[in-house]
């Protein structure tokens, strides 16, 4: 039971790349987020999903876009890389029964630098 | 505007003495709240929650007190050991949420032998 893995680690992005972060669970959960953080900020939300097929903005959407066609995975994608997405990015899952949904378990976080 | 705020970025005690962290909010919708344990290129993990119909939730060494009318809660860690230098996380969320969470800044402690 891996709990929850996120690919890459670390990425170096130019300005204008492209680059797609996976998320992957093993928990059967069906809620997904997607989080970024930045010094002295704490964790923003950036999008999640309420299960398969379905997404939603979060508090900092913008630059991202997300996809979730398979219950396990969530990928963020950043379709134009900007400085201002240099940040560490985690990937948090959490069940709706049985336990507070509020209740999530992370990713260890992947760190990009967009120059 | 932040909704959850840690107002001490950091906090050091001595192992074995007793550690305080607090938390501000300012939503009155928030019904749960959490404390996350972050280590250095870790995630976040889940320590302990509360629910705003309770005023006080232990776990062993960690026990996480709710003030409503204050709209501050606080966690104590006693005794400290040198494991539990991390940063800690409060969040909070609100009923009907789709479980999502707000974040305070975090606090840093650190525990000296």
């Known amino acids: 039971n891996a709990g929850v893995t996120q690919t890459p680690k670390f990425r170096v992005l130019k300005t204008g790349q492209s680059m797609t972060l996976l998320c992957a669970q093993d928990?059967?959960?069906?809620?997904m987020y997607w989080y970024r953080q930045d010094p002295g900020m704490g964790l923003r939300l950036i999008h999640y999903?309420?299960?398969?097929?379905?997404?939603a903005k979060g508090e900092v959407p913008d630059g991202y876009n997300v996809s979730r066609l398979k219950k396990q995975n969530f990928l963020l994608g950043l379709e134009s890389a900007a400085p201002s997405q240099t940040s560490v990015y985690f990937c948090?899952?959490?069940?709706?029964?049985?336990?507070?949904?509020?209740?999530?378990?992370f990713g260890p976080g992947t760190r990009l630098l967009v120059l | 505007d932040q909704q959850v705020k840690q107002n001490s970025p950091s906090l050091s005690v001595q192992e074995g003495r007793i550690s305080i962290l607090n938390c501000d909010y300012t939503?009155?919708?928030?019904?749960?709240f959490l404390w996350y344990k972050k280590y250095p290129a870790e995630g976040p993990t889940f320590l302990i929650s509360?629910?705003?119909?309770?005023d006080k939730n232990e776990d062993g060494r960690f026990t996480v007190f709710l003030n409503k009318s204050a709209k501050h809660l606080s966690l104590h860690i006693v005794p400290s050991q040198p494991g539990d230098s991390a940063v800690y996380f409060c969040?909070?969320?609100?009923?009907?949420?789709?479980?999502?969470?707000?974040f305070g800044a975090g606090t840093q402690v650190v525990v000296t032998p």
């Open positions: 948090a899952s959490s069940q709706t029964t049985g336990f507070p949904q509020e209740t999530q378990y």
């Open positions: 969040a909070a969320s609100a009923a009907d949420s789709w479980g999502k969470l707000q």
């Open positions: 509360i629910s705003s119909i309770k």
């Open positions: 999903s309420v299960g398969e097929g379905t997404t």
């Open positions: 928990m059967n959960h069906e809620y």
């Open positions: 939503n009155s919708m928030f019904d749960y």
